[in-house]
DNA sequence: ATTTGACCCTGCATGC
DNA sequence: TGCATGCAGGGTCAAA
């Protein structure tokens, strides 16, 4: 999926279609997403006008203008949101469309649906999907002194402990394969015998890998692609995701592959410790 | 309590 | 060419 930086890029590309917008009609092809999809969705959509997006963790929020409304919509590991015109075709796996009233159409195609778009609880702090996030990774919240904190006594492997989203959000397979080595740190390590100084570096090296993803519009892999269709542009940039067997951009090395919690991980034996 | 593994689903690359 | 296998930007749940 999108991470962070591909969500955040979606939200960008699609705003200035989106906001503002009132919704003429939504179609929904295929309601068997992870979540089904609300059956009440187009009657509470059409006539709806949508607000400002937001974004919390990889997690998109499309508010209904003037209404406690909020969609909660969630990319999964191969869900985009593209911006069509009424009349373009919709091709295989292209699931919902929601229909705006300057002629645009917010598309969403999900191969896998492993996504979905669900109500969000009129409260946020109380909705179950997002109470118990961690900070955001571009936030002052997020530094090495919390990484230090949470992993005294945790045993798990530096990798998913960056992936864990109570601790902080949006850090997905690609960014944290990229953190870790910028920050010079073996994946595997056990969280608990990692230093404050070396998790100084680590908040560093996520919110600079994040951050710099960003401006790149995202890491485009297979088929991530902006809201307009673009794809990003971060691929080139990376250091160790999908390079096993390559040489370390650092040392020379070739790169190690392991599996770390079901999840690839690419790293250098030199340069990570 | 923490940690690991299975699972949701389709598409694609690889190997026989 | 066909078929089986394994893996892919995530998150949730059960079981160990």
């Not at 890029?9 to 003429?24: C, H, K, L, S």
């Not at 070396?198 to 809201?227: K, M, N």
């Amino acid at each position: 999926m999108p991470e962070l930086p591909e969500v955040e890029t979606t939200r960008r590309g699609i705003a200035p279609y989106v906001e503002g917008q009132e919704i003429t009609e939504v179609r929904v092809r295929h309601t068997r997403l992870r979540v089904p999809v609300p059956e009440d969705l187009p009657e509470r959509l059409v006539g709806a006008r949508i607000g400002t997006l937001r974004r919390r963790a990889k997690y998109l929020l499309v508010p209904l203008a003037g209404t406690p409304g909020t969609l909660l919509w969630h990319l999964g590991m191969s869900g985009s949101l593209r911006i069509a015109q009424v009349g373009d075709t919709p091709k295989k796996h292209d699931h919902i469309d929601v229909v705006l009233a300057n002629g645009y159409v917010l598309r969403y195609h999900d191969p896998r649906r492993f996504g979905f778009v669900d109500w969000l609880q009129a409260d946020e702090q109380h909705d179950s999907r997002l109470a118990h996030l961690g900070p955001e990774p571009l936030s002052e919240a997020f530094t090495g002194e919390r990484l230090y904190r949470l992993s005294r006594g945790r045993r798990m492997a530096a990798k998913p402990f960056l992936m864990d989203n109570r601790v902080v959000v949006g850090v997905g397979n690609i960014y944290a394969a990229e953190a870790l080595f910028m920050a010079g740190i073996d994946p595997r390590r056990a969280a608990s015998r990692i230093a404050r100084v070396r998790y100084e570096r680590l908040a560093g090296a996520a919110r600079d890998v994040l951050a710099a993803a960003i401006t790149q519009g995202g890491t485009t892999l297979r088929d991530f692609v902006s809201g307009q269709g673009e794809p990003g542009y971060f691929a080139q940039h990376l250091n160790v995701y999908g390079r096993q067997g390559q040489p370390c951009r650092r040392c020379g090395a070739l790169l190690k592959h392991i599996m770390l919690g079901q999840r690839a991980s690419v790293y250098c034996a030199v340069c990570q410790r």
